[in-house]
């Protein structure tokens, strides 16, 4: 039974079905120490990584695809690959807007209005200098950018990978990161702001 097979079982309450057993990633810094400590290596880790990216365990949605996904850590506890994102994009795609970049770090937009900074020179995670959401008008203004035609958040190549996919061995998500109750207005607003906002605001978190 393949982690596909596995999941549908599962969610359909069959008996005597194993749980599947998951890991969404883990940083290449950890996954060095374990292996000096002792973990079986099985395949390299590629040298353009640093310590502080993220390894992935999801399988790509491309069979041709040249991502790199742990084999190491998955391989000595048997895991299931973690559920594989569904291609399209929830932003408002904005295009990607670069405000400052020198050698050892560069500040943008990204494609849901986020300001960014993030270092060159190591992995980490970004540094957001400021948040597309505030107010009630800033959200209200926020879902002006988006409409009912999904079709260009859709892969190009569409049909064929629906193709592809059907004969696929592992699971596919609906969203991930970072949606969610608590993750897409964190992503939004902000931790600080949000928690604030429940506080002092809680209109617009019900909005």
């Keep these: 039974m393949n982690s596909r097979e596995k999941f549908n079982a599962i969610m359909n309450f069959k008996r ?16 060095k120490k374990w292996i000096k400590s002792g973990l079986p290596k ?3 880790l ?13 399988l ?5 695809s040249d991502e790199f996904v742990d084999r190491i850590f998955m391989s000595y506890f048997n895991l299931d690959p973690y559920p594989s994102k569904f291609p399209c994009d929830f932003s408002p795609m904005f295009d990607k807007k670069v405000i400052e970049k020198n050698n050892d770090y560069e500040i943008f937009i990204d494609e849901y ?19 597309p959401i505030k107010t009630s008008k800033d959200f209200n203004n926020y879902k002006e950018l988006y ?6 958040r859709l892969p190009k190549d569409w049909k064929s990978l629906v193709k592809v996919l059907k004969e696929r061995s592992f699971a596919i998500r609906l969203g991930g990161n970072p949606f969610g109750f608590f993750g897409t207005p964190r992503h939004l607003m902000g931790d600080v702001n ?11 978190l019900i909005l």
Excluded: C, F, H
């Design 42 to 44: 099985v395949g390299d």
């Design 113 to 131: 209005g986020l300001t960014q900074k993030v270092l060159k020179k190591s992995a980490s995670t970004p540094m957001v200098l400021k948040y």
């Design 60 to 64: 790509p949605l491309r069979p041709d």
């Design 46 to 58: 590629p040298d353009s990584y640093l310590e502080g990216d993220l390894v992935r365990t999801s």
């Design 147 to 152: 409409n009912d035609d999904y079709s260009k």
């Design 194 to 204: 949000y928690m604030i906002a429940m506080y002092d605001n809680p209109e617009l």
């Design 16 to 31: 005597g079905v194993q749980n599947m057993k998951t890991e969404y990633r883990y940083w290449v810094g950890a996954l």
